[in-house]
C-alpha cells in the first residue's frame, strides 16, 4: 500500500487525537476550578443559578441560594466560579466597574436626542372604515331590498 492511501486516515485519527486533546484539557480545567472554590466564593451552576459556597464535601457542595436558604449540589453541576467583583456585580446590582468609561442607556430613547418614540410613530387606525360599514362588498341595495351579487357556487367557504 502506498503512503497516498494511507494519507486520509492518518489525517482523520490526527484530527481526532486532537479534538479529544482539547477536550480533556477543558475537563482538567473545569476539575481544577471546581477543587479551587472555597467557602464564602460566589459560584454559578450550570442551570444558571447564582450562589454563595457554604459547604464543600468529596462530591457535593452546600450552596446558599438566598439568605438562609441552602441547598446541596454536585461539585459537576457548578458551572462557573467567580470572583468577588463579578459576583457582586451580578447578584446585588454593584455597577462598579473598574477600568470601563462606556455607558449603556437604559432604553433607546437617548440614543434618538431627546426625541420621543410616540412623535415619530405614525397613528394606526384599526377601526373599519365608514364607506365598509355601508353595506357589503357582495350585497347590493335597492330601496329597502338588499340582493346577493354572488352567483350559485359561490359560497363563502375557501
Known sequence: MSLVTLLPFIVLIGAMFLMTRSAKKKQQAAAQMRNDMQPGTGVRTIGGMYATVKEIQDDTVLLEVAPGVHAVYAKNAIG???????????????????????VVPDDASSLTGGESADDDVAKIDLGKKAEDDAAPKDTEVKGSEVKDTKADGEGDAK
Open 80 to 102: 462557573a466560579v467567580l470572583d468577588d467583583a463579578e459576583y457582586n456585580r451580578i447578584v446585588h446590582g454593584d455597577d462598579e466597574l473598574e477600568g470601563e468609561d462606556t
